[in-house]
């Protein structure tokens, strides 16, 4: 029998799955080639767009690139047996906690399995006691360097949790398909997720979810149970922390449905949010906690199922997550001021993205394909100029236009992505740049020679109609370049041009606080996702989320327009 698609496993699911095979592989030492190829195809699954669960039962799956035969069967073990027997196999033979060690600084999968293998140690606390005593250096090829290293990393309260702050694109799916799978369980009733991810924070610490259920420790029990939960750091009968074996923590809480609404509002945070209200709320008589609203004078207790009660309750309209950060949210619910914001739904079309033209990894074509899949009007391939010298541009034009017959009235504009020299020049000439619809300009290299004058004169060209990324910023990598946005926006305003919120998700360029600056200066910003393939375009939501967070309203948002009333809108050439 074929499953139904909702109870197909996703491809998050999959591919993490695949992920942890090659990590617990290469602990036991297994040969590379097999290792890459798993991680290939999780990486391949991920940015599949349908179902890679029901092309594996179809067959197709082996068409995708990346995805044999060996792996198609194993995705179709996952649907039909609920396991990958290999993985089953090698968790059985792998301690659990050795995963983590391979994470931790200075110690790869080589050295976590000489640290399990020949010391005998398979936990992180066993791990810990003996990096402290000093009992490791001079075995399994560790260092005194190494030793401290690991002693640093242990001693904080949050050791296996990787990096500090991960991104939210890498997280959030992740974190949807937990909440998922909580959902399909016979004893969750509500499950939502809560904390910075609901809010679209760029980075994210923990992730935090709350639900209600009829049988509080039987979800508990399941939570942390889950397939790939590497290590229980706290359970009780209500709630848990797991850490998965990327070292992303997980914290559910269980609550009463009566409260669900309190709790939800109090753990979707911010802190500051959270503060304010709650002193808001004394001012006026009342007392906020986790579990309920108090009127002070009588002692009586309010308790709410649902989150848009309790901002009733208070005085306030709801108040949707990504502007809880305490900046004028409260004051303006109160008022019923609060800005309509922008949706994923209100964008007709991208406006930079590449193709294998460039450094694209997918062909114009499937590139097309994808962006009429998400109900887009109009789409603009902005390739790299460096990369089409010669006669190539003209080439791409005429693929475009071949194109544009068939996908007629969808409509690919011919943009181009230009590099802003040191010197403040584009890279490709003004002749060139007349055939083009669109026109980005984004500086690529020397971040911190004069990034501000660079955009100055680049705003200059009549044919530079966006800056892309204008910060340069690689969250966690590369500082922002210290433009002074302030004369950016000025000079946009001035020439008409319009500046990108850039939704890859180590960019998210222009940031929240940026694009709320160009916002309450009156300048209207494009949401791209700079896709280099055709999963990647989904990654607007991101950029979606920032702009949220900056108070844009779908006005504020350029290609929320259609590609006519743009045209109307952007500098005259
Ligand atoms: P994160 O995890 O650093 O990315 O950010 P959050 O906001 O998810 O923070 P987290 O996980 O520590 O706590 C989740 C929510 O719980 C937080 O947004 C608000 C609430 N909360 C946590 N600690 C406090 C507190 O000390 N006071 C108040 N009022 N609320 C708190
Ligand atoms: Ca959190
Ligand atoms: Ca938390
Ligand atoms: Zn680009």
């Not at 190829?37 to 991920?46: E, L």
């Not at 391979?102 to 399995?113: D, F, I, S, V």
């Not at 909440?179 to 760029?202: C, F, K, N």
């Amino acid at each position: 029998m074929i499953a139904d698609v909702a109870e197909l496993p996703r491809n998050e699911v999959l591919a993490e799955q695949l992920d942890l095979l090659a990590d617990l592989m290469e602990l036991e030492g297994a040969d590379g080639f097999r290792i890459g190829a798993y991680r290939r195809a999780a990486a391949r699954i991920r940015e599949t767009p349908s179902s890679v669960a029901q092309l594996a039962l179809d067959g197709k799956a082996k068409q995708l690139q990346g995805i044999g035969k060996t792996i198609e069967g194993k995705i179709v073990e996952v649907v039909q047996d609920g396991e990958m027997h290999a993985l089953t196999k090698r968790k059985a033979s792998v301690p659990a906690e050795v995963a983590v060690f391979m994470r931790l600084p200075g110690l790869g999968p080589k050295t976590a399995r000489r640290i399990w293998q020949e010391l005998g140690i398979t936990t992180v606390v066993g791990l810990r006691a003996a990096a402290e005593a000093q009992e490791l250096r001079g075995h399994a090829g560790i260092g005194a360097g190494t030793e401290e290293k690991i002693v640093a990393a242990l001693a904080q309260p949050q050791a296996t949790e990787g990096p500090r702050r991960a991104l939210l694109g890498t997280t959030l799916p992740k974190l949807r398909a937990v909440v998922e799978v909580l959902r399909e369980h016979p004893a969750s009733v509500e499950v939502s997720l809560a904390g910075s991810a609901r809010r679209m924070r760029e980075t994210v610490r923990d992730l935090d979810i709350i639900a209600t259920a009829t049988d509080p420790p039987a979800l508990v029990d399941y939570f942390c149970s889950l397939r790939w939960v590497v290590d229980v750091a706290a359970k009780g009968p209500t709630k848990a922390t797991v850490v998965s074996h990327d070292g992303s923590r997980f914290d559910l809480r269980v609550v009463p449905p009566e409260s669900y609404g309190n709790l939800l509002q109090h753990f979707t945070g911010s802190k500051n949010h959270n503060v304010a209200l709650r002193e808001d709320a004394v001012r006026r008589g009342y007392s906020v906690s986790e579990y309920s609203v108090t009127e002070v004078e009588t002692g009586e207790e309010h308790h709410f199922a649902r989150e848009e009660d309790v901002y009733r309750f208070l005085g306030y309209e709801w108040i949707p997550p990504e502007l809880r950060e305490d900046g004028g949210e409260l004051a303006a619910a109160r008022s019923g001021t609060l800005p309509k914001l922008v949706e994923l739904a209100d964008l007709r079309g991208d406006l930079h993205t590449h193709t294998t033209w460039s450094d694209g990894k997918d062909t114009l074509e499937d590139m097309v394909g994808a962006a009429q899949l998400r109900g887009y009007a109009y789409y603009a391939i902005c390739d790299h100029s460096q990369r089409l010298r010669g006669d190539l541009l003209q080439r791409q034009s005429e693929a475009i236009d071949a194109l544009n017959e068939l996908v007629a009235p969808f409509r690919i504009l011919k943009g181009i992505e230009v590099n802003i020299r040191p010197d403040g020049t584009l890279d490709v000439d003004d002749a060139d740049l007349e055939t083009r619809d669109w026109v980005v300009a984004s500086t690529h290299s020397r971040f911190d020679h004069n990034p501000t004058e660079r955009i100055l004169s680049a705003m200059d060209s009549p044919y530079v109609d966006c800056i892309g990324h204008p910060t340069g910023r690689k969250i966690g990598k590369r500082p922002p370049s210290p433009i002074d946005l302030e004369r950016v926006i000025e000079k946009a305003l001035e020439t008409g041009t319009f500046i990108e919120v850039n939704s890859q998700p180590d960019r998210l360029d222009l940031s929240d606080v940026h694009a709320r600056a160009a916002r309450e200066a009156g300048l209207k910003v494009v949401i791209d996702s700079d896709g280099h393939q055709t999963g990647a375009l989904g990654y607007v939501e991101l950029g979606v989320g920032q702009a949220r967070r900056a108070w844009l309203t779908k006005d504020d948002v350029l290609n929320t327009r259609t590609w006519k009333q743009i045209e109307k809108l952007r500098k005259r050439r």
